[in-house]
């Protein structure tokens, strides 16, 4: 096997290092491609391009394997809590009993917001997008809770990650309850994480919400399935700031926008308006499935097709297990999981998306389990944010830690107008309308 990869420009060899990772995945380092031959990569959307070495999570797209630092997802799926796995991916392995109640402490400690914090909401229209508000709010936890910014020093780091991790979900349920017009509940000490999300979204003073244990199972395997998933284009984003020495609220809160997008984190809201809009037009599924193959329609069949699997999504799995289990242990009835159905029966039968290894992913299955939980629909994103935290966090991390990490500066290959001439005011005539 050779250690190097020749590319050979202008007639001229030139020899490059094969790395090879601990999953025997093989990259060529072209760290000095442009300053010993002059050329860049062209790599739009960079499909083809490793960003980073990382430790944190591994991805067979092929073989539909995702593990963090290691540990398959179905074993974190089925035995682990949200946050043990938050430790996991933050801190590289499953936390002992001690480290364990550590942080459950700080994590509690950190639950409530800032007395002035909780002004801001008032600041924001009532129909303000969650996202909006989330991203906004995750910014301002700095200014607020954390003077100390530049988080250089591992107890610090650890109270800042606990503030985030605990704070992220605090900010999701006051913003709901601000949108819908009813007081802010505070965090209860005596709660699990998942419990103490659901207690602030649906308790009001006159009557407590007490989560079934059905109902905070599912949407803690919710958050462990959404926990990271290397470099998407959200983490992607944490990473890139990060590496101008961004602190971990600005980094995250970029993450927060870069996920709101229908492509990534907005399609598990897509996929439920798609089912409702099947149901609503009386559209059969095959021919929402038809129509999804015509480029010119503009459709695209949601919660369908992934950059990195290409055979199977191995969350997509798991979530269409729970989701029966969930509808079936809380007997309730949802006619949008059988048009779900027979969409991906439909799909997975037709040559076009079999040709071009489309299958059902994430978010295909998971607005099922959330509106079984009585989330609602424009919160579907922010609870991708609030699992997707300690992903975030632990990108953040590793490129902090990184004492070789150079600030992230790709470059291009310009297509534009060559040296132009200035022209005065007057002279000028208007050519965009002709564009
Ligand atoms: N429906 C119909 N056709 C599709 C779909 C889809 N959902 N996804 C891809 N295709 C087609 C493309 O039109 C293209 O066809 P062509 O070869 O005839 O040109 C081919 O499949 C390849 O598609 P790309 O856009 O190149 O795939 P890419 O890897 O860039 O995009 C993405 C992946 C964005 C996820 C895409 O499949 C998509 O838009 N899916 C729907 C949105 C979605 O579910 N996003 C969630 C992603 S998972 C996550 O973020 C957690």
């Not at 995702?66 to 043990?84: M, W």
């Not at 704070?167 to 309850?177: D, G, H, L, N």
Request: glycine share 6%; net charge negative.
């Amino acid at each position: 096997m050779t250690d190097y990869a020749t590319i050979t420009i202008d007639g001229v060899e030139h020899q490059f290092p094969l790395v090879t990772g601990s999953e025997g995945e093989r990259a060529i380092d072209i760290s000095t491609l442009r300053s010993t031959t002059g050329v860049v990569t062209l790599d739009d959307g960079y499909a083809n391009t490793g960003a980073a070495q990382s430790a944190i999570t591994f991805i067979d797209g092929d073989k539909g394997i995702l593990r963090y630092r290691g540990v398959p997802i179905e074993d974190l799926a089925k035995h682990s809590s949200f946050i043990e796995t938050a430790e996991l991916l933050i801190w590289g392995e499953l936390p002992d009993p001690a480290q364990r109640d550590r942080f459950r402490q700080m994590l509690s400690d950190q639950a409530p917001l800032h007395r002035d914090m909780r002004k801001h909401f008032d600041g924001f229209p009532s129909d303000a997008h969650p996202m909006a508000i989330q991203s906004a709010m995750i910014n301002a936890i700095q200014a607020y809770d954390l003077p100390e910014i530049h988080i250089s020093d591992d107890p610090t780091f650890e109270r800042a990650a606990a503030a985030l991790i605990a704070k992220t979900r605090t900010i999701a349920a006051a913003a709901y309850k601000s949108h819908i017009g009813q007081p802010m509940v505070y965090p209860r000490h005596d709660l699990n994480y998942v419990e103490n999300f659901l207690h602030m979204m649906f308790s009001v003073p006159y009557r407590p919400y007490e989560a079934t244990p059905e109902v905070a199972h599912a949407l803690n395997m919710f958050l462990v399935l959404h926990a990271d998933h290397e470099q998407n284009c959200s983490t992607s984003t944490v990473r890139m700031v990060a590496s101008s020495g961004a602190n971990l609220f600005t980094a995250v809160s970029a993450g927060v926008n870069a996920l709101w997008g229908p492509l990534h984190g907005g399609a598990n809201m897509a996929v439920i308006d798609m089912l409702e809009d099947i149901r609503d037009s009386g559209t059969s599924p095959q021919s929402y499935v038809d129509k999804a193959k015509d480029r010119n329609s503009g459709v695209r069949l949601m919660g369908f097709g992934h950059r990195v699997y290409r055979n199977f999504d191995p969350r997509a799995k798991i979530l269409k297990e729970a989701a029966d289990d969930l509808l079936n242990k809380v007997k309730v009835t949802d006619p949008l999981l059988d048009i779900a159905r027979e969409v991906e029966a439909a799909a997975l039968a037709d040559d076009y998306f079999v040709e071009r290894k489309l299958y059902p992913n994430v978010d295909f299955y998971s607005g099922i389990i959330l509106r079984a939980i009585g989330i609602p629909l424009d919160m579907f994103t922010v609870m991708f944010a609030i699992g997707r935290t300690p992903g975030w966090i632990a990108h953040w991390k590793e490129v902090h830690d990184n004492a070789a990490q150079r600030i992230h500066r790709p470059r291009q290959v310009y297509v534009g107008p060559t040296l132009t001439e200035w022209v005065p005011r007057p002279d000028r005539k208007d050519k965009r309308k002709k564009r």
